[in-house]
């Protein structure tokens, strides 16, 4: 396998874990949340969802997100299919973008965020987005076992 179809593939593996795992939460839980502080679960939900998107104008924009207006800004919280079949289109286009990228891509395009210090390899930055989805997958089965709920089997 080349470097874009292991990427590629660890982004499907991720997402499919984090629907298995979001099924899992009983409906009448989804706006349940350990403290004051914390996102709900929807909440923590579409974070992910939409954090994907705007991670894709990043990269789109190498970096600079000039006057991003997010396409979930005045979607009302409903439930998780809602959620994932607005995303839908949104994710194909991230994963097309992924299958575009060349392999000298990963390491020859920058992503260059000045106002959080930030300037990284696609390659890196891809990865990094990865990580987000899943430590917020961790934060939820965490979640799940602070309110005594069941926790989906995501190890399959």
């Known amino acids: ?82 959620e994932l079949a607005f995303t839908e289109s949104y994710r194909r286009a991230f994963l097309k973008m992924i299958k575009e990228l060349e392999e000298s891509d990963l390491k020859n395009i920058r992503i260059e965020r000045k106002e959080v210090g930030q300037s990284k390899t696609i390659g890196d930055y891809l990865n990094r987005i990865a990580y987000h989805e899943s430590v917020h997958t961790g934060q939820l089965l965490a979640y799940l076992r602070s309110a005594g709920m069941e926790r989906p089997k995501i190890w399959d």
């Open 1 to 82: 396998m080349k470097a874009i179809e292991i990427i590629e593939l660890n982004f499907i593996e991720i997402r499919r874990r984090s629907i298995k795992l979001w099924k899992g939460v009983p409906k009448e839980m989804l706006n349940w949340k350990p403290d004051e502080k914390a996102f709900t679960i929807i909440e923590m939900i579409r974070h992910v969802l939409e954090g994907v998107h705007l991670f894709h104008k990043i990269i789109e924009h190498r970096g600079n997100l000039g006057n991003y207006q997010s396409p979930w800004n005045e979607m009302d919280f409903s439930d998780l299919d809602q």
